[in-house]
């Protein structure tokens, strides 16, 4: 019995390079919702094919609202739709290990649409004084949950970068950055090969260390607590986010919280980041 999440972002999916192609309404990402599903589909054909027993797809860009339903392999299940407690995270309870589909780079990193959370505002993140991005933070959320990260599929820097935070992981790049907004693309045929080999391959792996089934908080250190910093381009950020309990002021950009464990802390941050996107305006944001 190996049942897998699979956390699905967007900006680290086939053929995604630009804005519009993440944004919810536009032509473009209507265009790109079958490459996220196409990829998707990839990946839980290699879960099945290397002995998961059950395969749950949580739908985790901006409204959560991506996927296409009707095209997702009928041996899934698709979690759709936003407000969820552990957002990207949700259903990290009732797996025994983890994917993290279509990731991206954090705040003021390289990357194909490198951001955290807000696509403006961040300009830089810590955990625990290492540089993060939401690959990091969900990587704490599952380790507290006692579910390791097997699979982790973005762009060439996304999967360097998951090297600190999914030591053990398996990677796929399905593009190459060359700037922010442009990208050396596989096509989808051939990046859905790489997705279900890796996905096998993890599979097996996973079974081959017999980390599962999931022993939440075994062995766990005492102190869960993480400190997390977060640094904007502009001081009225910082001041808005401020006001969120717990947070302090961090120098005139930034903000830092330390809370007692992992999914406090992103449920904090999210926050802090939700506070963050009311305070901006459509032009000097
Ligand atoms: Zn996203």
Excluded at 49 to 64: E, F, W
Excluded at 89 to 107: K, Q
Excluded at 174 to 192: D, M
């Amino acid at each position: 019995m190996t049942r897998v999440l699979i956390s699905a972002d967007m900006e680290g999916v086939t053929g995604v390079t630009c804005p519009d192609d993440v944004e919810p309404g536009t032509a473009a990402w209507e265009r790109m919702r079958p490459l996220l599903t196409g990829d998707v589909n990839a990946v839980i054909d290699g879960l099945l094919a290397g002995g998961a027993s059950d395969v749950l797809v949580n739908d985790a860009h901006y409204t959560q609202r991506n996927l296409l339903l009707e095209a997702v392999d009928p041996r899934a299940r698709l979690l759709t739709g936003r407000h969820k407690p552990l957002g990207m995270m949700e259903g990290i309870d009732r797996a025994d290990a983890v994917v993290f589909l279509g990731y991206h780079t954090g705040a003021g990193e390289r990357g194909v649409l490198s951001h955290t959370y807000l696509g403006t505002g961040p300009t830089a993140f810590r955990i625990d004084g290492e540089p993060a991005d939401e690959g990091r933070m969900n990587a704490l959320i599952a380790e507290e949950h006692g579910v390791p990260v097997v699979l982790v599929t973005g762009d060439d820097l996304t999967c360097e970068a998951s090297r600190a935070w999914a030591p053990a992981a398996r990677v796929v790049a399905v593009k190459e950055c060359v700037s922010r907004y442009a990208a050396l693309c596989l096509p989808p045929a051939r990046s859905a090969e790489l997705l279900r080999a890796q996905a096998l391959a993890a599979l097996r792996a996973h079974a081959a260390r017999g980390d599962g089934p999931r022993t939440a908080g075994a062995g766990s250190p005492s102190d869960r607590s993480h400190r997390f910093e977060l640094d904007f381009h502009a001081p009225h950020l910082a001041e808005a986010v401020g006001a969120v309990p717990t947070v302090e002021r961090n120098g005139p950009r930034g903000i830092a919280f330390t809370a007692p464990d992992a999914t406090t802390a992103a449920r904090t941050f999210k926050v802090c980041t939700t506070v963050a996107g009311a305070a901006m305006e459509d032009h000097f944001a």
